[in-house]
């Protein structure tokens, strides 16, 4: 049973960085595609970024495509999201995802779920 751990999420301010980071134990990430979700409250999770297990492919979102990059370490066993040029609109709720196999982009296609971090950008 994979269980993920996401930290780094925080406040900053518009046009600033945060780093997410998604531990995960209970399981070996390069048998894994993983993705970055969000979710706002009373809103349905969105999709942000997925990476497949070995880190050589990705697909973003169009929001965050060009401020966002997923990135992997299987050796740390940990997904990472970097996040610049933050807006206030990506203030959410950030879930980590894993699933067997390639990655999706759907969520309902993702098996294992991390609690959540939340990330505030001020104006």
């Known amino acids: 049973q994979v269980q993920l751990v996401e930290s780094g999420g925080g406040l900053a301010q518009a046009g600033g960085s945060l780093r997410l980071s998604c531990a995960a134990s209970?399981?070996?990430?390069?048998?894994?595609?993983m993705g970055w979700f969000r979710q706002a409250p009373g809103r349905e999770r969105k999709f942000v970024a997925a990476i497949n297990w070995s880190g050589s492919s990705t697909y973003y979102a169009d929001s965050v495509k060009g401020r966002f990059t997923i990135s992997r370490d299987n050796a740390k066993n940990t997904l990472y999201l970097q996040m610049n040029s933050l807006q206030p609109e990506d203030t959410d709720v950030y879930y980590c995802?894993?699933?067997?196999?390639?990655?999706?982009?759907?969520?309902?296609?993702?098996?294992?779920w991390g609690q959540g971090t939340q990330v505030t950008v001020s104006s």
């Open positions: 995802a894993a699933r067997e196999g390639p990655y999706r982009l759907k969520l309902d296609e993702y098996r294992y």
């Open positions: 209970g399981g070996t990430l390069n048998m894994y595609g």
